[in-house]
């Protein structure tokens, strides 16, 4: 393309020829692909500074009634995109200015392109990252009932999958449950980072316009501003952080999901998850493939590379767009990712079934309790640890552990009793495991109520803003 067309933004001043083709397909249609994941962002970006200008009278009366006017109409109309006009802020303003002529001109007052697209990237952000908190929580909160309800079923325990020590089914439950409740916490302190406006920054550090950065973020129902004007437009740490957790979190349910694709094998048959989440072999008619679990595993692994990649793009000089180009389809489509990753292990944890008579079967035939009788040989008689802990070796490797033969009371050869002496705080005897499953009940209990109150809250500021913009496009804004 010789000639830039009509309504390509530097047209007849600084750009003077394009866009080139190649420059079109690799870049602009790049940048257009996640239109549908800002666009609405971007209408209540433009709402949002017209307003701000206009309550200051930066705006002629007609001109702001004009542009709230269109700038409505374009918030409920899917843009039609074209790469021949760049990004989709040129599309808008070119939209704009065919329908109000030069009144559109105003919507870029004290402000350059890039502003809308951060403001409408975090708007989007936001949003995924409430879904992804209550997916997490909701994961804990599958945990925290399954540990609930097999607080007292007897388990092995298992290290590199070899029979460890006598457990409960609900302890190991619970090792899943807490990690998952400090996924909350990251992915809160990362909505935290997301809920700071970048607006009213100006190009760098402010315009001459009458900006009011407070007012736009309570527009936009920001919690808070973004201190530094330069930094508030190109940080992206939070970025990083955002898409690292979303790994961490799905990383843990991937864990969880390892141990149940190993426990639910005909070998070990311990647990069992729910048919609905498996599906059958097409070839061989015996098997019952727990699908989800391959699911849960592939899709954790797919996080970790992405979140490499989004490091990698974060690597350049300040002041640049290529991080953010790749990054905004890259990190909304990795929290999407893991919130459905998340809701599936949720779904998973709600349907495990434990095979108490087999577990029970394990830990007896797994010596599980040698290191219980080799304790209590050391305790009853004031033997070194390390020699009681050969005598019980030996006794294990001629097959049979036998009270008597050891000098020891038969109790130390009983699962219930080795059980009720795990009393140190987060042990699996009944009184710190009803300790523990309380203290995660609450955790859940809050961390859904803040993803309630959380949506709720950002609704409203939307409704708000939306009713005020139709008030000014009625009557000059007040």
């Known amino acids: ?158 290290t590199y999958a070899q029979v460890a020590q006598p457990t409960t089914a609900g302890h190991w439950s619970l090792s899943f449950a807490y990690p998952a409740l400090r996924d909350v916490e990251r992915l809160r302190r990362d909505f935290a980072w997301v809920d700071r406006s970048p607006g009213g920054a100006g190009g760098v550090n402010g315009s001459r316009f009458p900006l009011d950065r407070a007012r736009v973020a309570e527009l936009l129902g920001f919690a808070e501003v973004a201190t530094h004007t330069r930094d508030a437009i190109w940080q992206t740490d939070g970025l990083c952080d955002l898409v690292s957790h979303a790994a961490i979190a799905a990383t843990g349910a991937s864990r969880f999901a390892e141990d149940l694709e190993l426990y639910c094998t005909d070998e070990f048959g311990l647990l069992r998850i729910g048919d609905e989440l498996c599906r059958a072999s097409a070839l061989m008619p015996q098997k019952r493939n727990p699908y989800a679990l391959a699911v849960l595993r592939g899709g954790a692994g797919t996080l970790i590379g992405r979140s490499a990649g989004v490091l990698a793009t974060q690597r350049t000089p300040s002041g640049r767009t290529d991080n953010l180009l790749y990054a905004y389809g890259e990190v909304s489509g990795a929290v999407e990712l893991a919130a459905r990753l998340l809701r599936l292990a949720a779904a998973c944890a709600g349907s495990v079934t434990v095979d108490a008579r087999r577990a029970a079967q394990r830990v007896r035939d797994g010596f599980a309790l040698a290191t219980d009788v080799a304790e209590a040989i050391s305790l009853s008689t004031g033997r070194d640890y390390r020699s009681a802990y050969d005598a019980v070796g030996r006794a294990v490797a001629e097959g049979r552990l036998d009270a008597v033969a050891l000098g020891i009371d038969a109790s130390a050869l009983d699962p219930a009793a080795a059980l009720a002496a795990r009393t140190v705080p987060g042990g699996a005897a009944p009184e710190p495991m009803d300790a523990m499953i309380g203290e995660c009940r609450a955790a859940v209990t809050e961390a859904l109520r803040w993803t309630e109150v959380t949506r709720a809250a950002r609704g409203r500021a939307e409704d708000q803003l939306v009713e005020l913009a139709r008030s000014g496009s009625r009557s000059s804004v007040s």
């Open 1 to 158: 393309m010789t000639e830039p067309p009509e309504g390509y933004l530097g047209a007849g001043a600084r750009i003077r020829r394009g866009p080139a083709p190649e420059l079109v397909e690799a870049g602009y249609q790049l940048e257009l692909a996640d239109a549908p994941l800002l666009q609405r962002g971007f209408g209540l970006a433009d709402l949002a500074h017209a307003i701000v200008l206009g309550e200051r009278g930066a705006i002629p009366a007609a001109d702001l009634r004009a542009l709230l006017g269109a700038l409505l109409d374009l918030l409920e109309e899917d843009v039609a995109v074209d790469g021949a006009y760049g990004d989709l802020a040129n599309l808008r303003e070119r939209l704009l200015t065919q329908r109000i002529g030069s009144a559109a001109g105003w919507l870029n007052a004290g402000r350059p392109r890039r502003e809308a697209g951060r403001i409408a990237f975090r708007l989007a952000l936001r949003s995924r990252v409430v879904e992804l908190v209550a997916a997490v929580a909701r994961f804990a909160d599958g945990l925290v009932a399954l540990a609930a309800r097999e607080r007292d079923t007897l388990f092995p325990d298992y």
